[in-house]
Structure formats: structure tokens, C-alpha cells
């Protein structure tokens, strides 16, 4: 079984966000995204914007990138606060 390449954090089942990969070409993280502009991205081919402010078009396969540091801080921040 594959296994994700980096794994801080524990995606939650009330977590609204979850890693996707950054589909730029030069720094290719997987970014934390809430599920509904996941979804949207995936449905309409709209750009979205990361937990850090990472907007892309959500295209590849999450397991293949390491997550973004930006995005683990500031979800485990918002996680903390509740
Ligand atoms: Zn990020």
C-alpha cells in the first residue's frame, strides 16, 4: 500500500479542509483547501485558494507532495482555537 510522502497532522472527520497538491512549477506542495472549494475547483475547473493563500486549479494526486508548511501551521492554529 502506498502512504503518503509527509503526514503532520491527522485529517479529522469535521477538519473542512484536506491536502491538495499545488499544480504550479516550482514549488509543488500539497496545500490544505476547505472541501467545498475542492469540490468546486474539481466540478467547474475554478482556481482555488489554499489555507496559506495558494490559488490554483486542483488537478493532481495529493499523495505524490509533501504538505505545505504555510498550511499545517495554520490549520493546526485553527484546530487550537477550535
Ligand atoms: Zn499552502
Not at 496545500?31 to 490559488?55: N, P, Q
Amino acid at each position: 500500500m502506498s502512504t503518503p510522502t509527509v503526514a503532520p497532522v491527522e485529517v479529522t472527520p469535521d477538519a473542512d479542509v484536506r491536502p491538495t497538491p499545488d499544480d504550479g512549477d516550482h514549488d509543488r506542495f500539497a496545500h490544505y483547501v476547505r472541501k467545498s472549494d475542492l469540490m468546486r475547483g474539481y466540478v467547474e475547473g475554478e482556481a482555488i485558494t489554499a489555507l496559506c493563500g495558494k490559488k490554483w486549479v486542483p488537478t493532481r494526486d495529493p499523495e505524490r507532495y509533501p504538505v505545505c508548511p504555510t498550511c499545517v501551521e495554520i490549520r493546526a492554529a485553527a484546530m487550537r482555537e477550535g
